[in-house]
DNA sequence: CTGATAATGAAAATCATTTTCATTCTAGTG
DNA sequence: CACTAGAATGAAAATGATTTTCATTATCAG
């Protein structure tokens, strides 16, 4: 990086609290990353982190947003997505972003991607039900559930 | 392919029933794809698929195995599932197995993908509560609905 | 049988992601 | 404050699944 990715910062004076509160050693291109993350609304995929971070800053290179944003994700802070077009998305994680959990209605027309919470058990907490009927059912321990549903939303439908 | 794809079956008097009844023009190689999906209990890679059907025909090539398996997903006759890593596989129908509508769980540990089928909703038919949740809370049709869960399997738990 | 059309296979092209590797930073330590 | 082992970075190369290209071969309606 040509100016140096710690540029005075420090131990996370400027920012960093998230990052270090989470075990992961803050750098310029970490906390670009995670601040393009947590100011955008719902997911994006690493090209797009990649625009954004280089807006601020223009010599991160792609590889270091894939390592930053596998970084977050493995360490709890960004959740990644697919919605089978060959490419990962990746989005704040449900704690952080106030969402609470949810899942996704992807429209095959218009390929708009909605949140889907609630269910018909329990409309507050979809997850958690599923959980401890598959529990009981199948002795399966659920750590990560994830539903896509495909089809038409109301404006294509 | 060395020896003609058609060997003398005419019109589907050996095989090719259920491909013709769905409209695609039978030939060895599709006969010989949908022939191993129909005889596997549960999902294939693509790479399997390939190794099944050259035990009966050598010249098979993988650019034929995944368009024909992409041709009988379009058709119905397999579905074509993603656990996550990185590579596509299929299984077939859940009509044709069987089966009936089910999601899968996925081991972390193990790498054992289960059937999931039922719900805390409805015993019987996950797909379909949820499927008029979604309608009535969203508006949004679905047509397709994935269910991955990750986690651990009674083994591993 | 025969020609128009479709299917096939090998090799090349894609494309997202990962790895390699030389360089640059960082966080202590003295 | 200088120094160094270890971590992070970026560019380029490698990977690996899937797709495309294109010349060849097979199919089937007439």
Redesign the interface.
Known sequence: MRQGYGRGQGRGHRWGRQLESSGIRPTLARELVFSVMESSEGHLSVEEVLQEVRKSEEGIGLTTVYRSLELLHSNGLVKKL?F?DGRAVFELSDTLSGKGPHQH?I??SCGQV?D?T????DKEDFAG??K???RE??????????????????EC?
Request: hydrophobic content about 30%; proline content about 3%; glycine content about 12%.
């Open positions: 697919d089978g209605l429209c095959r909605q889907l609630g269910s018909p058990v039900s599923m401890s009927f598959i059912k199948y002795r399966f321990t659920t750590e990560n559930m994830e539903i896509k549903v495909y089809g038409l939303c109301s439908g």
